[in-house]
């Protein structure tokens, strides 16, 4: 266990096998506490104004208050930074979701290193979305239109960090980017930070928008390192 506090975590599903399976994977995270669980959107609101969590993980379909409302209730609570986990791959439960203010929106099926590492993620303040999720927030906030290439936007990053927007804006997360450019993992956090730090961006969501909107990236080249 690190000197540092671990991060505390709420379960929320109505399925006991998913909540189960979920705290197992969390279990040998040495930096990671599964402090609570719950089975619906009311209770979720409970314990995250009681418990004070760091993160809740919030399914969306469950009986009573859904996860998406609960989520506007904890957000606006400022009771836990909440990522989305659904079986639905739906562009209603995306946006509704990011409206209420989720810092994440994650598959099911997500491998479990990716899970661990959204929470880390979304812990440390910023927002992340799925990979296949990223092309339909392009498209929703961009119109999926051509764009113009605008240097003036980016002239303030390094060659380095404008490589790495150009990769989170294709969808990667921090391990695939520290794959792809064959360094550290704590490097490309530090590229990310920077980026989003000079660029007076507040997250990853932000930063995948603006860069197709200045044309970085162009739509349709986001599966392209």
Known sequence: MSETAAMR??????????RAGFRMILSVEPDIEVVG????????????????PDVVLMDVQMPGLDGIAATQRIVAADAGKVIILTT????????????AGA?????????????????QIVHSGHALLAPEVTRRVIKRFTGGGERVYRPDLVADLTDREREVLGLIARGLTNTEIANALFVGEATVKTHVSRVLLKLGLRDRVQAVVFAYECGLVIPGDEHTP
């Open 103 to 119: 810092s994440g929106f994650l598959l099911k099926n997500t491998a479990p290193e990716d899970l661990v590492e959204a929470i």
């Open 88 to 99: 639905f791959d739906r562009d209603d439960y995306l946006f509704e979701s990011l409206g």
């Open 37 to 52: 669980e719950a089975a619906d959107g009311e209770r979720a609101v409970e314990l995250a104004q009681k418990l004070q």
């Open 9 to 18: 975590v709420l379960l929320v599903d109505d399925q006991d096998l998913v």
